[in-house]
């Protein structure tokens, strides 16, 4: 999971990426960089850290030109540490390229063996999107042959591109003394949206929260296998790239990852989460009576909504139970399991009045490997609830994800091979309700009639682009982010807010 935006203008784009960043932080939070051109040259930054650490006064008046990119990183395989792999990478030929990526590529090592030995580019990092850089690269100069660079040869190259490539990937690249080139996978799996300002800029991004938020008009998305080039004079081309795209988005953007206010693939998220309410209230009401349900708090904070129509639906007081610490650092990196456990009850602060002497129903959006929930269960008890029953607005998270979502391997995961039973007795919750995986693509799908479908694999085990099977999860699994860990406890939590 990342974040990537792309700009052309007729003034300067520094503040502007940053800008965009910014609403883009919560797509990834351990690196950042932008890259600008002026004329025929790049100018890049990119470091480790929030955008806002990232860069400071030096660093943008160190980004002139009227075109660029940038990227926040959430790492999905590779060295999490490496400053080498944080975004944009950059080739110098044909023409000169920089890149950003959000996504996963899911046949990477077959990809990186084929450019040294066949394509004979040198890729320097562990990171899927060197590999992705260069085989665009490789394709350019294909589709070049030593000539002139123009919309059609671009085309052709993503479409040979596009054949290569097995996994997702929303792409925005930028060649030198052309313009910018954004292209997304045939399944759709990852998000990006293009707009325009009133001043003729035009801008792609993840979401269409990064446009409307830096004062742009969301004018659509780029469709599943399309690729859209703009000029330097902003002029717009588009062609489809792929032979059979569908739209298959991940339907996790819509349970936790995309932020509420974002429109994805002309799906509200906060409806998304107002309708995965709707359908948790029916599970709900079938396993705990109503009447023995005092409170529902939500956990902050992506289950808001979906509590909110919940609380509504079946007439039980809403009440906020847990005041978040925003200045905390997540979890998720944490290295030892004590360290973990230390840092939830910092993140979050129990209001003891309204858990004292009550039933209380806890609401979250996901639970993947249980850890923070069994912590969470425990603080509402020490608070004094009389009963704690936990409801997840997403089904059992039961397999890997291998397009984007550094989810943990199936066996950290808390529902694999468990009934629900198996799991409420590890949370230690009276009651555990989860939503229903038919319902909820029920519940999102009917926003959108004209999708195909949607990437749910980590509920259901269904990867859309197959071409996944055990040994391929194994492969992946062994390029996952390295982190430093302890020895007494190895596992992590890869998602920032997940249980």
């Known amino acids: 999971m990342c974040g990537i935006v ?3 203008s007729n003034a300067p784009v520094n503040q502007l990426l940053y800008d965009a960043l910014l609403l883009l932080q919560h797509r990834g939070q351990d ?3 932008i890259v600008t051109l002026l004329e025929r040259k790049f100018f890049m930054h990119k470091a480790k850290g929030m955008v806002r650490d990232v860069f400071r006064t030096r660093n943008m008046r160190g980004l002139p030109g009227d075109v660029g990119l ?9 060295n999490a540490y490496s400053e080498e792999e944080a975004q944009p990478f950059y080739v110098n030929a044909p023409f000169g390229i920089v890149l950003v990526h959000n996504g996963n590529l899911t046949n990477a090592h077959a990809l990186r063996a084929e450019l040294f030995s066949t394509d004979h580019r040198h890729t320097n990092t562990e990171s899927d999107s060197e590999v992705l850089l260069n085989v665009l ?8 042959r030593g000539g002139a660079l123009n919309s059609a040869n671009l085309f052709e190259a993503v479409r040979n591109v596009h054949r290569r490539l097995r996994g997702s990937y929303a792409v925005v690249a930028l060649i030198a003394g052309h313009g910018l080139l954004a292209f997304r996978d045939p399944y759709g799996i990852r998000p990006l949206a293009m707009g325009r300002g009133a ?4 801008m792609v991004a993840s979401e269409s929260v990064a446009l409307e938020g830096s004062g742009h008009v969301f004018e659509r998305n780029i469709a599943p296998g399309e690729a859209v080039f703009i000029d330097l004079q902003g002029q717009v081309h588009a062609e489809q790239c792929a032979d059979s795209p569908t739209l298959n988005p991940c339907i996790f953007e819509f349970v936790y990852l995309a932020r509420p206010d974002s429109v994805l693939d002309g799906i509200s998220v906060y409806q998304a989460r107002l309708n995965l309410g709707e359908t948790l209230a029916k599970r ?3 396993t705990v009576p109503p009447s023995e349900i005092d409170v529902i708090i939500p956990i902050p904070e992506s289950s808001r909504p979906s509590a909110t129509q919940l609380a509504h639906l079946v007439g039980v007081p809403y009440r906020e139970g847990f005041v978040k610490n925003r200045y905390v650092g997540r979890t998720f990196i944490m290295p030892g399991q004590g360290v973990r456990k230390k840092s939830v009850r910092q993140k979050l602060n129990v209001i003891a009045s309204e858990f004292k002497g009550r039933n209380v129903l806890l609401v979250d959006d996901s639970i993947v490997r249980g850890t923070t929930s069994r912590e969470i269960v425990q603080m509402a008890r020490d608070a004094g609830a009389r009963k704690v029953y936990l409801a997840s607005a997403a089904p059992p998270v039961r397999y890997p994800n291998v397009y984007g979502i550094d989810m943990p391997t199936k066996d950290e995961l808390v529902a694999h091979d468990r009934t629900v039973e198996e799991i409420r007795e590890l949370i230690g919750c009276d009651a555990l309700i989860y939503q229903d995986v038919d319902a909820m693509k029920r519940a999102i799908g009917s926003l959108n009639p004209r999708l195909d479908g949607f990437d749910a694999s980590c509920f259901d085990g269904v990867y859309v682009t197959g071409d996944i099977d055990t040994e391929a999860i194994t492969r992946m699994n062994g390029n996952r982010p390295r982190v430093e860990e302890t020895e007494e406890d190895s596992s992590r939590l890869a998602l920032p807010n997940l249980s």
């Open 284 to 286: 709900v009401v079938s």
């Open 70 to 78: 940038g990227q926040v990183r959430y790492p999905t395989a590779g």
């Open 31 to 33: 690196a950042a960089g």
């Open 137 to 144: 690269a490789h394709e350019i100069d294909r589709a070049t």
């Open 199 to 202: 001043d003729g800029t035009v």
């Open 6 to 8: 792309g700009v052309v």
